[in-house]
């Protein structure tokens, strides 16, 4: 059985918030315009958000378990 890849939409979402959870820069977003760079940045807000929440790390594994 062949396995299913994940979208690239759901790769830039899941790498733009672990950039945001480690307290890193918008900046380094790799993507220069379209969906995966707003993607991105979406990803990157919310865990900007739960950095600033002071998410742990047991909630995190939990969180990135249900992306």
Do not use: V
Not at 9 to 35: M, N, V, W
């Amino acid at each position: 059985m062949k396995t299913q890849k994940r979208s690239n939409s759901e790769r830039a979402f899941s790498k733009g918030y672990q950039a945001g959870i480690d307290g890193r820069s918008r900046s380094l977003c790799p993507h220069d315009t379209g969906e995966a760079r707003q993607t991105w940045l979406s990803g990157w807000r919310e865990g900007r958000e739960d950095h600033w929440g002071g998410i742990n790390k047991a909630a995190l594994a939990q969180k990135m378990s249900t992306l």
